[in-house]
């Protein structure tokens, strides 16, 4: 009995993963389900962070920073918000580490849009959130000093 639940649990999983690739997409599914860079690091790691709400979903996104020379070594994120949040989040992380300052200065919503194959036009408040989060939290680092 265990192993025909099992199947249909199983079944079931990738049925509604199908599902969410066509409300979707491949690259947002994936980065939701298997979000890179999630967690906010201990904070000897963090450099400069933004924590913010925002949206129609008034969804939380915090982005923390580790930056070296004007250089992001690494970046993390969390957030309370949906697998589009998540994936937006995770993005972000990822199009930052290795790059400088100026380079995450420069980045915009387009910029993220472009890297997760298309948000849908509904969810696009996620990648407004993210941009308002990075570019505080480079206000922030750019101040410190």
């Not at 690259?27 to 450099?47: M, T």
């Not at 020379?69 to 957030?79: D, E, H």
């Not at 972000?92 to 849908?120: H, R, S, Y």
Request: aromatic residues 8%.
């Amino acid at each position: 009995m265990p192993d025909q639940f099992d199947e249909f649990i199983e079944n079931l999983q990738k049925e509604i993963i199908k599902m969410e690739i066509e409300d979707h997409n491949e690259r947002i599914v994936s980065l939701c389900y298997n979000p890179q860079n999630w967690g906010k690091p201990k904070i000897e790691n963090i450099i400069s962070y933004e924590e913010q709400r925002g949206g129609p979903k008034n969804y939380f996104l915090g982005l923390y920073l580790n930056i070296e020379n004007n250089f992001i070594k690494k970046a993390n994120f969390l957030t309370d918000g949906c697998g589009v949040m998540i994936a937006t989040g995770s993005q972000l992380t990822l199009l930052l580490e290795g790059k400088t300052i100026t380079f995450a200065e420069n980045l915009i919503a387009k910029d993220i849009d472009e890297a997760l194959m298309g948000v849908p036009e509904n969810e696009k408040h996620c990648l407004d959130l993210a941009i308002r989060t990075l570019n505080r939290a480079i206000e922030k680092y750019k101040t410190k000093d």
